[in-house]
């Protein structure tokens, strides 16, 4: 009955998402306007979660500026989801006239030298659009992500997400994987961590302060980096209108064995706290980000 159900929600969603991918991106926006609508102004959806988000981080709006963050926020949120259905549609040139990548030399420069690349990325302007990337330079790109629960649906949105080049590896295998590349195949890959959501509790959690708010912090991207010595580039997402991103490549280290531990990851943080000082609306304000931080361990 369960693999029914199944089968049922994804003939539904190819459905649906065959038709997104078939539609003109203008008209994608016009029902984004409604989708829009209808999560903020009807359904309210994690409405109390994003404002109170925006509290906890700080950020010194006031309840004018917050209230329009809000609202840009939720229009984005649906923008870039229906992009990125519409995006397995896309070829290369449309990539090339709606995408940029600004310091391209940085990671170009390692995979002429033979090395492989840790990628720190954030929930934050367009992120879903880096699935591109495998057009704009010269490594392999792996992403490391969260498998979803029913298979089914997870091989699904693998199979989506891969269309333009992109390798899928579950961070249940990342380590396993990447000793392999980095030990026997000696290829360069450019590993793609999105690192800014809140792991699991355990007791080998690492604690920080993100935006003043002790919380744990996913690790994962500094222990690759030292572990095999590999630079560690931060991508810099930015919306730069509807429709066009864009991601700056800012090296972290080069040489991450001379960072002592928790420091390349504490860069990182700092990285993401500017952007959101910067331009707060195009981040992923839904996350439960600081569901943890009464968990916290005393100093």
Same mark, same amino acid.
């Given at each position: 009955?369960?693999?029914?159900?199944? !089968?049922?929600?994804?003939?539904?969603?190819?459905?649906?998402?065959?038709?997104?991918? +078939?539609?003109?991106?203008?008209?994608?926006? !016009?029902?984004?306007?409604?989708?829009?609508?209808?999560?903020?102004?009807?359904?309210?959806?994690?409405?109390?979660?994003?404002?109170?988000?925006?509290?906890?981080?700080?950020?010194?709006? +006031?309840?004018?500026?917050?209230?329009?963050?809000?609202?840009?926020? @939720?229009?984005?949120?649906?923008? #870039?989801?229906?992009?990125?259905?519409?995006?397995?549609?896309?070829?290369?040139?449309?990539?090339?006239?709606?995408?940029?990548?600004?310091?391209?030399?940085?990671?170009?420069?390692?995979? +002429?030298? *033979?090395?492989?690349?840790?990628?720190?990325?954030?929930?934050?302007? =367009?992120?879903?659009?880096?699935?591109?990337?495998?057009?704009?330079?010269?490594?392999?790109?792996?992403?490391?992500?969260?498998?979803?629960?029913?298979?089914?649906?997870?091989?699904?949105?693998?199979?989506?997400?891969?269309?333009?080049? #992109?390798?899928?590896?579950?961070?249940?295998?990342?380590?396993?994987?990447?000793?392999?590349?980095?030990?026997?195949?000696?290829?360069?890959?450019?590993? *793609? #961590?999105?690192?800014?959501?809140?792991?699991? !509790?355990?007791?080998?959690?690492?604690?920080?302060?993100?935006?003043?708010?002790?919380?744990?912090?996913?690790? *994962?991207?500094?222990?690759?980096?030292?572990?095999?010595?590999?630079?560690?580039?931060? =991508?810099?997402?930015?919306?730069?209108?509807?429709? @066009?991103?864009?991601?700056?490549?800012?090296?972290?280290?080069? +040489?991450?064995?001379?960072?002592?531990?928790?420091?390349?990851?504490?860069?990182?943080?700092?990285?993401?706290?500017?952007?959101?000082?910067?331009?707060?609306?195009?981040?992923?304000?839904?996350?439960?980000?600081?569901?943890?931080?009464?968990?916290?361990?005393?100093?």
């Amino acid at each position: 009955m369960l693999l029914l159900e199944t !089968i049922k929600q994804i003939v539904i969603i190819s459905i649906l998402f065959k038709i997104i991918r +078939n539609l003109p991106l203008n008209f994608i926006y !016009i029902i984004s306007n409604f989708v829009y609508f209808l999560i903020f102004k009807v359904f309210k959806y994690r409405l109390d979660l994003v404002k109170k988000n925006m509290t906890l981080t700080n950020l010194n709006l +006031n309840s004018s500026q917050s209230h329009k963050t809000i609202r840009k926020f @939720y229009q984005y949120f649906t923008d #870039l989801y229906l992009e990125s259905i519409k995006m397995d549609s896309f070829s290369k040139s449309d990539f090339e006239k709606r995408f940029t990548v600004i310091n391209i030399e940085i990671v170009n420069k390692f995979f +002429n030298e *033979g090395k492989s690349v840790v990628l720190m990325l954030s929930h934050y302007g =367009g992120y879903e659009w880096c699935t591109c990337l495998p057009y704009f330079i010269k490594h392999n790109l792996l992403a490391v992500y969260t498998p979803i629960k029913n298979k089914y649906i997870n091989e699904f949105i693998k199979k989506s997400r891969s269309r333009h080049g #992109l390798d899928l590896i579950s961070r249940y295998d990342a380590l396993k994987q990447i000793y392999k590349i980095e030990k026997k195949n000696k290829i360069p890959h450019l590993y *793609g #961590l999105v690192a800014d959501q809140s792991p699991k !509790i355990s007791s080998n959690n690492y604690w920080s302060k993100f935006f003043g708010v002790k919380v744990p912090v996913f690790t *994962g991207s500094e222990r690759i980096a030292k572990k095999y010595n590999l630079p560690v580039v931060y =991508g810099k997402m930015k919306k730069i209108k509807r429709g @066009y991103y864009s991601v700056e490549f800012q090296l972290i280290t080069d +040489n991450p064995k001379k960072f002592k531990d928790f420091e390349i990851t504490e860069k990182y943080l700092r990285l993401v706290e500017n952007q959101l000082h910067e331009d707060p609306h195009p981040y992923l304000w839904t996350h439960n980000r600081f569901k943890h931080a009464s968990k916290a361990p005393k100093d």
